[in-house]
């Protein structure tokens, strides 16, 4: 079990499932990775110029190529802690802004309202990413996660969950009612 699964268990209730998580496109991290490819070609290109130097020249290289490694596992682990977990009860939002830095926020389905897509530029429309804002029933509290795949699949599949949370809540309270009007 990965840091990502026990991270999300330790969230769920008894009775509820995962439905979607929802994580960056991975093309959301190009700054990312292109440092880290310049970290490692950069070095390369430079090998007989720094080769001269001796040991300064060699770890200059290994100190470049120890940056690139760290700078791409930091990189990896935060895309892949930071994401938004639809269960069929609520919405969890995981915000890994470091590598000791996180927010979890969540709101239950009935208490979201809107549900918006933004897909800006040509990259987003031609590899289909944008952003999800959702707006709860508090005025300040919202949801964002930026660089998303398939954003208006994911707002309908969001929109889908909500009904049958609110339909499945109104038949338990129909339920209910029955009941005490038999007594």
């Known amino acids: 079990m990965n840091v990502l699964d026990k991270l999300i268990r330790k969230h769920l209730r008894t009775d509820e499932q995962i439905e979607c998580i929802l994580r960056r496109f991975p093309l959301a991290y190009w700054k990312s990775a292109l440092v880290v490819l310049l970290l490692i070609l950069l070095p390369a290109v430079f090998f ?5 130097y001796g040991k300064p020249g060699g ?3 290994a100190a470049a190529w120890m940056i690139a490694l760290l700078w791409g596992a930091r990189s990896g682990f935060l895309w892949s802690l930071d994401c938004i977990v639809l269960t069929n009860h609520r919405l969890i939002d995981i915000d890994q802004r470091g590598i000791f830095s996180k927010e ?7 208490a979201i309202q809107d549900v918006r897509v933004q897909q800006k530029g040509v990259t987003a429309h031609l590899f289909d990413y944008g952003t999800i804002k959702v707006q709860t029933a508090s005025r300040e509290e919202h949801f964002e996660l930026t660089h998303v795949k398939q954003p208006i699949q994911m707002q309908e599949l969001l929109f889908t969950l909500r009904q049958k949370h609110i339909s499945k809540m109104n038949h338990g309270a ?3 009612e029955e009941e005490t009007s038999l007594i």
């Open 104 to 110: 979890i926020s969540e709101c239950s389905l009935e």
């Open 174 to 176: 129909q339920d209910d």
């Open 59 to 61: 770890w200059t290289i």
């Open 48 to 52: 007989f110029q720094l080769l001269p």
